[in-house]
C-alpha cells in the first residue's frame, strides 16, 4: 500500500531555533501534499497545501514567514518551523493523496512530535 | 464540504460491538463518507469508506440509510488496541482538496 514517511518522529529543539520535518511518499509521486497541527486533545487542524514546483497555499491564520513549505520532488516535502517557539510545540502530520479516487485515496505520514524548550 | 457530527466521546468494554453514529444532514449527492482511525502520536489511519447502504471489511462496517444524512460505524467485539479517535469526513473530495476533520469521536476501550 501507499506509504508516507515522515521524520523526524520526534524533535525538541530551543526557542528562536529553527527546525526542518520532512514528509516522503515512499512508492509514490505526489504533486501535493498536505501540512496539519494537532494540539493536545484535539482534532488535526490544516496549515497549508504543498504544491510541487510552486508556491503552498496557507490557511487563514497561519504564518507563511514561519512555517516554511519547500515542495521540490515528486516525492519529498518539508515543513520549517523558523524561530521556534514554546507555543509552536505541536504533533505535525502530513498527508498524500496515493490515488484519483473519489472522496478518498488520502495517506498520512506519523507524524512529527514538535517541543519547543 | 458537509459539515459532521460525531458524538464526542464513547465508553466500552472489550467484546463488545461499537456503534458510532455521524450526522451529515447537507451532504452533497456526489459525496463519499470515510472513517478514520487515529491512535495517540500517530496519523490518521483510513478504516472504511461508502457511499449509500453496507460497506463491510475486514475491520469494520458502515451502514448508510437511504437519505444518507447519517452513517454508522460498526466495529465488533472491539478490544483494547481499538481504543482510538474516530473521524467521520464527508466529501467528493476531487483533485487535490485536502481533508477536513472534525473533532472526531474518542473511543475508550475497558478490560
Known amino acids: 500500500g501507499a506509504v508516507v514517511s515522515q521524520h523526524p518522529s520526534w524533535v525538541i529543539c530551543k526557542s528562536g531555533t529553527s527546525v526542518k520535518i520532512e514528509c516522503r511518499s515512499l512508492?509514490?509521486?505526489?504533486?501535493?501534499m498536505f501540512w496539519y497541527r494537532q494540539f493536545p486533545k484535539q482534532s488535526l487542524m490544516l496549515m497549508a497545501t504543498?504544491?510541487?514546483?510552486?508556491?503552498?497555499?496557507?490557511e487563514q491564520g497561519v504564518e507563511k514567514d514561519k512555517f516554511l513549505i519547500n515542495h521540490a520532488s515528486l516525492t519529498l516535502s518539508t515543513l520549517t518551523v523558523t524561530s521556534a517557539h514554546p507555543e509552536d510545540s505541536s504533533f505535525y502530520i502530513c498527508s498524500a493523496r496515493a490515488e484519483e479516487r473519489a472522496g478518498g485515496g488520502y495517506t498520512f505520514g506519523s507524524g512529527t512530535r514538535l517541543t519547543v524548550v | 464540504l458537509a459539515k459532521t457530527t460525531q458524538p464526542i466521546s464513547m465508553d466500552s468494554y472489550e467484546g463488545q460491538e461499537v456503534n458510532i453514529t455521524c450526522s451529515h444532514n447537507n451532504i452533497a449527492t456526489n459525496d463519499y463518507i470515510t472513517w478514520y482511525q487515529q491512535f495517540p502520536s500517530q496519523g490518521p489511519r483510513f478504516i472504511i469508506q461508502?457511499?449509500?447502504t453496507k460497506v463491510t471489511n475486514e475491520v469494520a462496517s458502515l451502514f448508510i440509510p437511504a437519505d444518507r444524512k447519517s452513517s454508522t460505524l460498526s466495529l465488533p467485539r472491539v478490544s483494547l488496541s481499538d481504543t482510538a479517535v474516530y473521524y467521520c469526513?464527508?466529501?467528493?473530495?476531487?483533485?487535490?482538496?485536502?481533508?477536513?476533520f472534525g473533532k472526531g469521536t474518542r473511543l475508550s476501550v475497558i478490560a
Open positions: 461508502g457511499y449509500k
Open positions: 512508492d509514490f509521486q505526489a504533486t501535493t
Open positions: 504543498s504544491n510541487e514546483g510552486s508556491k503552498a497555499t496557507y
Open positions: 469526513l464527508v466529501g467528493f473530495n476531487s483533485g487535490n482538496t485536502p481533508l477536513v
